[in-house]
């Protein structure tokens, strides 16, 4: 168990893998200092997600903030490119955003050394992913290596942990985990292309949430517009 006096800052979407890797770190005795970015995505209904969980987490304190990604574009949640909807794709999708993780781990990172934290955590997953090259283990690793690398605190032996607790679990054990840390899936958001504020049932990310609802054989609280 860890000391109850530690923060940790947690990356929080809004997403159902960000709620339960905020999830983990309450479990682990955590105060939460959780970090939501407002990058102008299209679905940004997951902003009122993020919200709903770092008040149901217990937050210490939750900053969103804003950073204009839509001024770079290169994502069909940046710009104006279609979402896809023929299903989960091989290949890297459309709906990656460049340097995504890269960009939020960093932000993560200053606010941890300004707060003082040493802990960072992150809902990324390395096999229900999407294919996002910023999910795979490699990629957690190189950045704990630069967090230690690139800040007083680590060059002065404080150093960074970057905790990945999703990283090999299949969307089956992220609902499981979910209800196991009594959190409230309905209060998570992964559509990225809403439809009325319902999710539309046919992007990547509907269907990997509801077929994650189905494996793991618990009620799947989702309202779709489209059954996936």
Known sequence: MTDIGLQAVVLLSGGLDSMVAAGFARAQGFRILALTVDYQQRHRIELEAAGRIARDIGAERHIILPLDLRRFGGSALTADIDVP?????SEIPATYVPARN???????????????????????????????????????AAFEQLANLATKSGVEGRGFKIHAPLL????????????????????SW?????QD????????????????????????????????
């Not at 090999?168 to 840390?181: E, F, H, N, T």
């Not at 992964?190 to 809403?194: E, F, G, Q």
């Open 168 to 187: 090999y679990m299949s969307k089956a054990d992220i609902v499981a985990q979910a209800a196991r840390l009594g959190l409230d899936p309905a209060l």
């Open 102 to 140: 890269t960009i939020f781990l960093s932000l993560a990172l200053a606010w941890a050394e300004a707060a003082g934290a040493a802990d960072l955590f992150i809902g990324v997953n390395a096999l229900d992913y999407s294919g996002y090259p910023d999910c795979r283990p490699a990629f957690i």
């Open 85 to 89: 909807k023929s299903g989960v794709e």
């Open 197 to 228: 504020e319902r999710h539309c049932g046919l992007c990547d990310s509907c269907r990997l949430r509801a077929k994650g609802f189905a494996d793991a054989g618990l009620p799947d609280p989702t309202e779709y517009a489209e059954r996936p």
């Open 190 to 194: 992964s559509c990225y292309d809403p």
